[in-house]
């Protein structure tokens, strides 16, 4: 069965250092794939997508993922956190032959930032 | 002024009462989506509408409803609302004309049912 799974249900780091936040999934095929930020009281806002190509793909708010087929991964990175960075993270699995294009999700990690 | 707005923001009800959650949106896609969010199991995923004569259900669709009014109204409703439907609600959208695209998601709907 195709699922996506984020290891990590809370990641605390402190403000400046570095953050990788893991997301592995179960795909017959390569998948689409995404990763969102949900801040507290807001809705979910797209950081980066892979759909081909490069497999090291840069976002928005300085963050970046890695696709990896070898291990079905798509880890999320980012050099130097800020406290603004607090929110939960999303990752989330797409189809790459199917018409509806329906998202699979990851159930999410809390990132904390120490100050 | 937000693309995808969902009405209401919060709202607390009592079991067994009829709710309606409004989705309206200014992206011209074709596609929506209502999901629930329940805190460690991620987005799931109650309906989605390709357009205003396709609805199909998703994976938790018992005790909802859908109507897709026009291209850029989507609405979910709770029959006879009981508490286990208490979660946080999201409306989002996505665009296939120009292959798999990504979601764009309202504010969300806080739905409390006592």
């Known amino acids: 069965a195709q699922s996506v799974t984020q290891p990590d249900i809370h990641i605390t780091v402190s403000e400046g250092a570095s953050l990788e936040l893991r997301c592995n999934y179960s795909?017959?095929?390569?998948?689409?794939l995404f990763w969102y930020v949900q801040s507290p009281g807001q809705g979910l806002q797209l950081l980066l997508k892979?759909?081909?190509?490069d497999t090291l793909v840069q976002g928005i708010k300085g963050f970046e993922a890695e696709f990896k087929r070898s291990q079905s991964s798509f880890n999320l990175r980012k050099p130097s956190v800020h406290w603004s960075d607090a929110a939960e993270y999303f990752c989330?699995?797409?189809?790459?032959?199917?018409?509806?294009?329906?998202?699979?999700w990851g159930a999410g990690t809390k990132l904390i930032i120490k100050p | 002024d937000a693309d995808v707005t969902q009405t209401p923001r919060n709202r607390i009800t009592k079991t067994g009462k009829r709710i309606m959650l409004e989705c309206s949106q200014t992206?011209?896609?074709?596609?929506m989506y209502w999901y629930r969010q329940d805190p460690g199991l991620g987005l799931r995923l109650i309906y989605y509408?390709?357009?205003?004569?396709?609805?199909n259900k998703g994976e938790i669709s018992d005790g909802y409803s859908v109507s897709r009014q026009a291209q850029a109204k989507f609405s979910l409703s709770l029959e006879s609302a009981i508490p286990n439907q208490t979660a946080l609600y999201f409306c989002?959208?996505?665009?296939?004309?120009?292959?798999?695209?990504?979601?764009?998601f309202g504010d969300g709907t806080r739905l409390s049912i006592l």
């Open positions: 992206k011209g896609h074709d596609r």
């Open positions: 989002a959208t996505s665009d296939p004309n120009r292959g798999p695209q990504p979601q764009h």
């Open positions: 892979y759909f081909s190509g």
């Open positions: 795909y017959g095929a390569t998948p689409y």
């Open positions: 509408s390709f357009d205003v004569k396709d609805i």
């Open positions: 989330a699995v797409g189809p790459n032959m199917d018409s509806n294009y329906q998202l699979i």
